[in-house]
């Protein structure tokens, strides 16, 4: 295999797994946390969050540097552009999780099991828009990906 061909697995594979796991959260994950009292939310939030939280920044960041890669190598301007697209919007990921969604998620693992204080503000609204709007980045992402990989020129 080519290193192109290595590079269009990478990004492929990494953009796919993102959008996939990020557009499977705002369709399964985001519902259930909303049917939960707050209580059982930061519970379940706890739960679920510890695998995500090691495995999705390393995912997006190495798909992102192979969309640099990549569109550094082609010599075609539409590929280098949908590869420029697709590693800006790894980026875009990146910043709505680190900027939205983990200092978020850091306030919920951080409260003590039991009983919620008194007029606990419930973030799960705006985890939500943050999670629809990196999933939407995400999406845009694996799309420009897949042009790009399945460009002609490629």
Partial sequence: MTAQTWLGVVVLTGSGLTAGVLYAVALSVVPAFRALSPQRYVETHKLIGRRFDLVM?????TWTAGDVVAAVLTGHPVVRLLLLVAAAAGCAVAVVSQL???????????????ALPAHWPD???????????????????LV?????????SW
């Fill in 144 to 152: 420009a990906n897949a042009a790009a990989v399945s460009h002609p």
């Fill in 57 to 61: 920044p390393p995912t997006v960041l």
């Fill in 123 to 141: 973030p799960r609204a705006r985890w939500r828009a943050f999670n629809l709007l990196r999933t939407g980045f995400a999406v845009l992402g």
């Fill in 100 to 114: 939205g969604n983990v200092p978020i998620n850091r306030r919920v693992k951080a409260l003590p099991a039991g």
